[in-house]
């Protein structure tokens, strides 16, 4: 299952590409492969700025209430702030099952630039044999399970700039854990005083207290 989510509000995205103008980037292959035929990329590490960057975005993913509902993180990883200017992409490759010392269920892109603003980078996935092309606008994000193939095409003209990061589920097993984040997507469009709202609520509650690990 690949989720698109309206994960940061533009007031964040803004914010966040403020610091593109003036951070230091560093050549993205320091994680990963150094082949630029595979990866090729940048990104900010500064000592400086990252610490900051990385400071709002943990906060804004766990008081973020509809994401940590649908999804249930467990813990997550350092974001990614990278930039894809004119011919860079990310070859096909699939992501490590651990990172930061952590299991790694879904991974994320979450778009900054407008898809005006560049060609190409698309972010394409493997699913089923099918090729599925992602090229979203600033603040939505693609949530997809880690282990699906994917890659990013090149750009071609314009800059594109994202934030990648991981994360581990409170639900282990990938089958529930999609039946429960199918289930509170439904939930949560149910007005409040719908009559069985709260009986569904209970059984939410209920099957991610059998399934969950803290
Ligand atoms: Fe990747």
Request: aromatic share 14%.
């Amino acid at each position: 299952m690949i989720h698109v989510f309206d994960m940061l509000p533009l007031s964040i995205v803004k914010n966040i590409t403020d610091f593109y103008e003036f951070c230091d980037f560093t050549d993205g292959s320091w994680s990963g492969s150094a082949n630029k035929e595979l990866k090729y990329n940048e990104q900010i590490l500064d000592e400086i700025h990252y610490p900051s960057l990385v400071q709002l975005m943990d906060k804004y993913i766990s008081e973020n209430a509809e994401f940590n509902y649908y999804f249930l993180p467990r813990g997550h990883t350092h974001p990614n702030f990278l930039r894809y200017k004119e011919g860079m992409h990310y070859a096909w490759h699939n992501d490590m099952w651990i990172l930061d010392g952590m299991k790694t269920d879904y991974s994320v892109t979450c778009f900054l630039s407008s898809p005006d603003e560049y060609e190409g980078g698309e972010l394409v996935i493997e699913v089923g044999g099918k090729e599925l092309e992602y090229k979203l606008n600033p603040g939505q994000a693609v949530i997809y399970q880690t282990g699906l193939n994917h890659s990013v095409k090149k750009v071609t003209k314009g800059e594109r700039k994202v934030i990648t990061w991981w994360f581990c589920s409170m639900i282990d097993n990938s089958r529930n854990r999609e039946i429960i984040t199918e289930f509170s997507k439904l939930l949560a469009q149910l007005e409040p005083e719908h009559p069985l709202k709260h009986k569904f609520e209970t059984i939410r509650h209920n099957l991610i207290r059998e399934n969950a690990i803290i």
